[in-house]
Structure formats: structure tokens, C-alpha cells
């Protein structure tokens, strides 16, 4: 498995750091559905508004999330090799207080450790994008990506005020203006996620490997001197078409 701390030391210096984090809550005894982390519309508020403060404080750039149920997916750029560590460990601190003195609670909250992947900006960014605020509309919990209240997408699509979400290079380079960029995002979300995608991503998170292109491993591979790469067996999973028009 690769250090990720130290992938993102390696490559600071020669590009910025993408990384799709999930933070997970654990599954029931029987290995089922997991626990809720979030129980009321105060709950989330009060996630955002640590994890608001947290990047503040640990100099990080959020550009998509979404808080689901019983998770959270997060496509982040730390300043440093510490910083994504250091965001969550105090969101997760300050939350699991949170939960605990609210609903009379004990013990932790998260599935230990959270999950972390570097991400290939120039292939992979507008996918994990996608990946992420596609979430709710995958699990069936909405029709469209604009009716779920609690991700980026309505900020990064439709501007709408968000005092978390921090632009990538890479989305400001979607047009020429604010209403070119979000129409062009927009757009992205009338295309289905491919399968093989969709099985990097998860890997990629699940392992804690980067995703991207060959070139990209590549890269790190030597400048970590070590193999990162994994190839799953067999044929990438059918995963259902989602589709997202917003017009």
C-alpha cells in the first residue's frame, strides 16, 4: 500500500496535490448497512462548518464534497504532506463531540483511519467531480445532483453561495467566465460516469493507490521508488447509467 503522506511530500514541489478522501462510519455486527453519522439537517450544518474552519486553519482547498448518510467523499488539495491528516483528524474530533453531547452518545464515531487517493488532475479531476456529487443520485436518495442540499454541486453548477468550495485551475479553465464554466459543468453531468471509472476510483480510494493515468503512476512510482500501480482481475463491474441534466 502506498504511504500517502509521503506520495504528496514527493510531489509537492512538482504539482499540486489532488486527493479524493472518504471518511466512513462502521457497519453494523452483521457486516451490513452502516450506522448513520448524520441524523438532522444541524448535523451537516455543523460538519461543514468544522470542516470550513479545519482547512482555514490547515491551509486546505476543497472543490467538491458530499456528506452523505453514513459518509463523506472529499476532493481536496493540501499545502502539505500532513494537511489532509490534520483537516480530519480535527473535523472528526470536533464532530464526534458534536454527535456524542447531542444524542447522548459514547466512543468514536468513524471507521478508523480515513481513506486517501491522489488523483491525476489534468485526467481525473472533472471525474471525481462527478464521482462525488453523483453520489446521492446513485444511491436513489434523488432524481438530480441540484436536489440534494448537502454537496458542492449547486455552487460549483449554479454559483450558488458556498463558503466552502474553492475553484481548481482546472474548472476556471471550463470557460471564460463564471457562466461559461458552469454551463460547461453542467454539461459534464449529461454524460454517464464510464465503468472502468468508476472501479478506479473505488480502488484507487479503497487501497489507497493513486488514479490516473500511466504517466502519471509512473511519475510517482520513481519518485518513490517503489510500485504503486494495482490492476484489478477480471471485467470492471456494470454499474448503472447516470445521467444528470440540469437544464
Known amino acids: 500500500m502506498l504511504r500517502f503522506g509521503s506520495a504528496v511530500g514527493e510531489l509537492h514541489g512538482a504539482q499540486t496535490p489532488i486527493i479524493l478522501a472518504r471518511c466512513s462510519v462502521p457497519r453494523d455486527p452483521r457486516g451490513h448497512n452502516r450506522e448513520p453519522c448524520f441524523y438532522a439537517p444541524e448535523d451537516f450544518r455543523y460538519y461543514l462548518q468544522c470542516l470550513r474552519e479545519a482547512c482555514l486553519q490547515h491551509h486546505a482547498a476543497v472543490h467538491a464534497y458530499v456528506l452523505m448518510t453514513n459518509h463523506v467523499?472529499?476532493?481536496?488539495?493540501?499545502t502539505d504532506k500532513e494537511g489532509i491528516s490534520r483537516v480530519l483528524q480535527t473535523v472528526g474530533r470536533r464532530y464526534v463531540q458534536y454527535v456524542n453531547a447531542c444524542y447522548r452518545r459514547s466512543g468514536t464515531l468513524w471507521e478508523g483511519r480515513h481513506k486517501?487517493?491522489?488523483?491525476?488532475?489534468?485526467?481525473?479531476?472533472?471525474?471525481?467531480?462527478?464521482?462525488?456529487?453523483?453520489?446521492?443520485?446513485?444511491?436513489?436518495?434523488?432524481?438530480?445532483?441540484?436536489?440534494?442540499?448537502?454537496?458542492?454541486?449547486?455552487?460549483?453548477?449554479?454559483?450558488?453561495?458556498?463558503?466552502?468550495?474553492?475553484?481548481?485551475?482546472?474548472?476556471?479553465?471550463?470557460?471564460?467566465?463564471?457562466?461559461?464554466?458552469?454551463q460547461a459543468y453542467r454539461g459534464l453531468f449529461r454524460q454517464a460516469l464510464e465503468p472502468a471509472d468508476m472501479q478506479s476510483l473505488r480502488t484507487g480510494i479503497n487501497l489507497c493507490v493513486p488514479v490516473g493515468a500511466d504517466r502519471f503512476k509512473a511519475q510517482i512510482e520513481r519518485q518513490l521508488q517503489q510500485r504503486i500501480s494495482y490492476k484489478p482481475r477480471g471485467r470492471p463491474k456494470k454499474e448503472k447509467v447516470v445521467l444528470d441534466s440540469q437544464e
Not at 467523499?73 to 493540501?78: A, K, N, S
Not at 462527478?130 to 454537496?151: C, F, H, T
Open 73 to 78: 467523499h472529499l476532493l481536496i488539495t493540501p
Open 116 to 182: 486517501a487517493s491522489l488523483i491525476d488532475t489534468e485526467h481525473y479531476l472533472m471525474t471525481c467531480c462527478r464521482y462525488i456529487e453523483l453520489n446521492p443520485v446513485r444511491a436513489g436518495m434523488v432524481q438530480k445532483a441540484a436536489d440534494y442540499p448537502w454537496s458542492s454541486f449547486k455552487a460549483n453548477a449554479y454559483g450558488k453561495e458556498d463558503q466552502l468550495t474553492w475553484p481548481h485551475p482546472v474548472y476556471l479553465a471550463l470557460g471564460a467566465n463564471d457562466g461559461e464554466r458552469r
